[in-house]
């Protein structure tokens, strides 16, 4: 199993930027492939973006592609998601999950959650 821990959230102003971190323990980090989602209330679960194991393979939402960079440090057991030009409907709970297998986009195939960290991006 792996444990997963978000921090970096926060208030920013739009057009600023967060760095949030997804800190994992216990079973080797590197066998996971990681992914970000959010849900702001009122809505569905949102898919931000995922990295696999090696870090090659990064599928992004359409809503943030080109604005959030996801990476990963492996020595660090943390993976990242940068998020630049952030707008107000960029405001949500954002979760880190976490899988032994490929990467994927939809939420039910992950099996770690972390509890999430809220960003809020102000107009």
């Known amino acids: 199993q792996v444990q997963l821990v978000e921090s970096g959230g926060g208030w920013v102003q739009a057009g600023g930027s967060l760095r949030l971190s997804c800190a994992a323990s216990?079973?080797?980090?590197?066998?996971?492939?990681v992914a970000w989602f959010r849900q702001a209330p009122g809505k569905e679960r949102e898919f931000v973006a995922a990295?696999?194991?090696?870090?090659?393979?990064?599928p992004y939402g359409d809503s943030v592609k080109g604005r959030f960079t996801i990476s990963r440090d492996n020595a660090k057991n943390t993976v990242y998601l940068q998020m630049n030009s952030l707008k107000p409907e960029d405001t949500a709970v954002y979760y880190c999950?976490?899988?032994?297998?490929?990467?994927?986009?939809?939420?039910?195939?992950?099996?770690?959650w972390g509890q999430g960290t809220q960003v809020n991006v102000s107009s």
């Open positions: 999950a976490a899988r032994l297998l490929l990467t994927t986009t939809l939420d039910i195939r992950y099996d770690y």
């Open positions: 990295i696999s194991q090696s870090g090659d393979d990064t």
């Open positions: 216990g079973r080797t980090f590197s066998d996971y492939a």
